[in-house]
């Protein structure tokens, strides 16, 4: 069985992935093999210059040791899917587990998400607003963006918008109505033995039927870093604080929530950083990496958003806005639950919320 690229064209991507775990992961890694590629040569150009020639390459090896750590406590159905990439790509397992811990092992995503729903949007439909923003890679990722159509042995069909390589979510929908979306929290705390997150996001959103079970999944896993994960459903919305010991929830306001790379409930404050360091070959000032800018995109996303008569163009015009969108946002989106539709920016360059927003329906 062979994977069904459905479009493909520069910024967007749309793949088609059936049938048992080690088949997804064939079909995945067959069809993308000349991305998978490029992902790699990439990265070993990036480390090659950060640490200079010969040093980029120990580098990368120590990272491919280090990221064997976390193997055992990935799910067996996400292993053997690995592992069809890996065989499908004809590359090695190890740069595979790579690309799907490197959030684990410290790349930073600083994004800003929001949500509008009731008397605040134009039809009174829940309408999910997402920019994803990268610290590093910045000039490869909006090239490769794909859009990925799982329709699993096991769980519920679902999308996942990421990468080439990559098998967890960082950015869903499920045939269920319902969304995750993740965002790096500045936190003091941070665990090497746990589910890598992406991993542990799908597998919530996979086998979810509803928000209690998306959170339930989350909360009881061994996690590994602090995120914000906004989760929603056509009826609500709700931010999941979470570190590797802790939780909170957090609720609409007026039918309005927005969250960036901060944590707002009282107990979980207690664990946050004022800033985090930037990668090394990052582009972005320093002040992109401090929690005062993460606190000045949610104002300004609240403020947009509290002004209310949102439709699509209106939550285009948020994710676009100079005050919540920057020269990381690699990825930009709205999901529609009610409608399961999503609306992709398609753009080669970052920021891409500046590029079209492709309309796309019936992906289930």
């Known amino acids: 069985m062979r994977g069904e690229i459905e479009r493909k064209e520069e910024g967007i991507t749309i793949v088609v992935l059936k049938g048992s775990s080690y088949e997804i992961g064939f079909q995945h890694g067959s069809v993308l093999k000349d991305e998978i590629k490029k992902i790699r040569a990439y990265i070993l150009h990036y480390l090659s210059q950060v640490k200079k020639g010969v040093w980029g390459w120990m580098v990368y090896f120590i990272l491919l040791l280090l990221v064997r750590g976390y193997n055992r406590f990935i799910p067996e159905e996400y292993k053997a899917e690995l592992k069809g990439i890996a065989h499908g790509a004809d590359v090695g397992y190890s740069f595979i587990l790579l690309i799907n811990a490197l959030d684990d092992l410290g790349a930073r995503i600083t994004c800003s998400c929001f949500t509008v729903k009731g008397e605040k949007t134009k039809e009174e439909?829940?309408?999910?607003?997402?920019?994803?923003?990268?610290?590093?890679?910045?000039?490869?990722?909006?090239?490769?963006?794909?859009?990925?159509?799982?329709?699993?042995?096991?769980?519920?069909?679902?999308?996942?918008?990421?990468?080439?390589?990559?098998?967890?979510?960082?950015?869903?929908?499920?045939?269920?109505?319902?969304?995750?979306?993740?965002?790096?929290?500045?936190?003091?705390?941070?665990?090497?033995?746990?589910?890598?997150?992406?991993?542990?996001?799908?597998?919530?959103?996979?086998?979810?039927?509803?928000?209690?079970?998306?959170?339930?999944?989350?909360?009881?896993?061994?996690?590994?870093?602090?995120?914000?994960?906004?989760?929603?459903?056509?009826?609500?919305?709700?931010?999941l604080e979470i570190s590797p010991t802790k939780w909170q929830l957090r609720s609409e306001q007026d039918d309005v929530l927005t969250v960036t790379n901060h944590f707002q409930t009282p107990l979980m404050r207690t664990l946050k950083t004022p800033s985090i360091p930037r990668p090394p070959g990052s582009t972005l000032p320093d002040e992109f990496f401090?929690?005062?800018?993460?606190?000045?995109?949610?104002?300004?996303?609240?403020?947009?958003?509290?002004?209310?008569?949102?439709?699509?163009?209106?939550?285009?015009?948020?994710?676009?806005?100079?005050?919540?969108s920057n020269p990381g946002t690699v990825q930009s989106l709205l999901l529609i639950p009610e409608r399961l539709e999503i609306w992709v920016a398609k753009d080669s360059h970052a920021p891409v919320s500046y590029g079209k927003f492709i309309q796309i329906k019936d992906l289930f």
């Open 290 to 324: 401090t929690d005062d800018y993460s606190l000045s995109r949610n104002e300004r996303l609240h403020y947009l958003c509290k002004k209310g008569g949102v439709g699509i163009d209106e939550a285009i015009d948020i994710l676009r806005d100079p005050g919540v």
């Open 125 to 239: 439909i829940l309408i999910y607003g997402r920019n994803l923003d990268y610290s590093v890679f910045i000039d490869l990722m909006p090239s490769v963006n794909t859009i990925f159509c799982y329709h699993p042995a096991k769980g519920f069909p679902f999308i996942s918008v990421a990468w080439p390589g990559y098998a967890g979510v960082v950015s869903g929908m499920s045939c269920k109505n319902l969304i995750l979306g993740s965002l790096t929290s500045f936190s003091k705390e941070k665990a090497c033995r746990g589910v890598p997150s992406g991993f542990l996001y799908r597998k919530a959103l996979q086998y979810a039927l509803s928000l209690k079970d998306i959170q339930e999944t989350i909360v009881n896993a061994r996690r590994t870093i602090s995120n914000n994960l906004l989760i929603a459903s056509p009826q609500e919305s709700l931010v």
